[in-house]
């Protein structure tokens, strides 16, 4: 396998007492390059964490994770976060900003986060490309949601990441923003990037180029 992320025989259990919850169970799947892959499945199925695992927010039990040929899993926190922040734009349902910090500022401070240097006109190029250019001053507070989720995407985008990894991007959106911010990631797949959707909304599922179904932590073949 190969790609700009892959993920290989995932393994995730959850302990409460006496009771284990197997959340994933030897899951597989590679996100090639300029690939858009909606992640589907009922509440309870092992999106979240399988995203988190291939984030590196979470370690998995068994099996590996690699972003951009480079193996995260298993390395010190301070590792993978700084592979997170060089190699992966995350994208959450609620915006992954700072509060008191501008739009401009959110993606600077993203910019400072990773091995790369940070550009004042990526910045420009990433705020005008998300349509946010003339809200970079206002704080998130001052922000409407569609707003706050163009921002949340500049802000993942604000390394120009080889891989984007999206939760319920277009959740709590009206049908115009969500098809805005599907349209970007498309844009981003385009531009080479591999871009990973985990979504209940059919309409994201059926506009990607390959769904994944998980069921009981498990891909349903």
């Keep these: 396998m190969s790609g700009v992320i892959e993920a290989r025989n ?6 409460a007492g006496d009771d284990e919850t197997l959340a994933l169970q030897g899951i597989s799947l590679v996100v090639e390059p ?5 992640v589907t499945g009922p509440s309870g199925s092992g999106k979240s964490t399988l995203l988190a695992c291939l984030a590196g927010l979470d370690e998995p039990d068994g099996g590996s994770v690699s972003v ?16 997170r922040g060089a190699r992966i ?17 959110n993606i600077a401070l993203a910019q400072r986060m990773s091995d790369g240097s940070s550009s004042a006109d990526w910045r420009q190029q990433v705020l005008e490309r998300c ?3 003339h809200r970079a001053s206002a704080r998130p507070s001052q922000l409407s949601g569609g707003e706050l989720a163009r921002a949340g995407l500049a802000v993942a985008l604000a ?4 891989v984007i990894l999206a939760d319920e991007p277009t959740g709590e959106l009206d049908s115009v923003t969500a098809s805005h911010v599907l349209a970007l990631l498309r844009e981003r797949a ?10 209940h909304n059919p309409e994201v599922a059926t506009a990607v180029d390959r769904e ?4 009981d932590g498990r891909v349903e073949v």
């Excluded at 300029?34 to 909606?38: M, V, Y």
């Excluded at 994944?212 to 069921?215: M, V």
Aim: proline fraction near 5%.
């Design 190 to 199: 385009a531009a080479g990037a591999g871009v990973l959707i985990v979504t």
């Design 34 to 38: 300029g690939e858009l892959i909606a």
């Design 212 to 215: 994944i179904h998980l069921l």
């Design 159 to 162: 390394n120009d990441p080889p």
């Design 10 to 15: 995932l393994y995730r259990f959850f302990h």
């Design 131 to 133: 349509g946010i250019e």
């Design 68 to 83: 951009d040929g480079t193996r995260i899993s298993r390395r010190p926190e301070e590792e993978r976060a700084r592979m």
């Design 89 to 105: 734009g995350m994208l959450f349902q609620q915006a992954n900003l700072v509060g008191h910090l501008s739009v401009a500022d």
